[in-house]
Nanobody
Framework: QVQLVESGGGLVQAGGSLRLSCAASGRTFSNYAMGWFRQAPGKEREFVAV????????DYTDSVKGRFTISRDNAKNTVYLQMNSLKPEDTAVYYCAAAYRKLTLTAERYDYWGQGTQVTVSS
């Protein structure tokens, strides 16, 4: 079992920045690829970013490339999502998720999920 707790969400103006954190506990964090997903009101949950269990491989959805950066610190059992140049369309609940040794963009393939943190970008 892996427990995931997100933090760092909030209200920010367009063009601003936020840094989300996801702290993991339970099983060996370094065995899990970590992903960030988001869900806006009335929309389906969508993939945002993923990082491999060692941290050498990352991938992003096109709409955040060049603005968001995913990283991890395996010594701290934490994954981060640095979000710059935020836009109103980035407004959503952001979730982190863990996938055991699977580098995947598909939500259904993730094994554990956090409770989410709200990000609101005002125009």
């Amino acid at each position: 079992q892996v427990q995931l707790v997100e933090s760092g969400g909030g209200l920010v103006q367009a063009g601003g920045s936020l840094r989300l954190s996801c702290a993991a506990s339970g099983r060996t964090f370094s065995n899990y690829a970590m992903g960030w997903f988001r869900q806006a009101p009335g929309k389906e949950r969508e993939f945002v970013a993923v990082i491999s269990w060692i941290g050498g491989t990352t991938d992003y959805t096109d709409s955040v490339k060049g603005r968001f950066t995913i990283s991890r610190d395996n010594a701290k059992n934490t994954v981060y999502l640095q979000m710059n140049s935020l836009k109103p369309e980035d407004t959503a609940v952001y979730y982190c998720a863990a996938a055991y040794r699977k580098l995947t963009l598909t939500a259904e393939r993730y094994d554990y999920w956090g409770q989410g943190t709200q990000v609101t970008v005002s125009s």
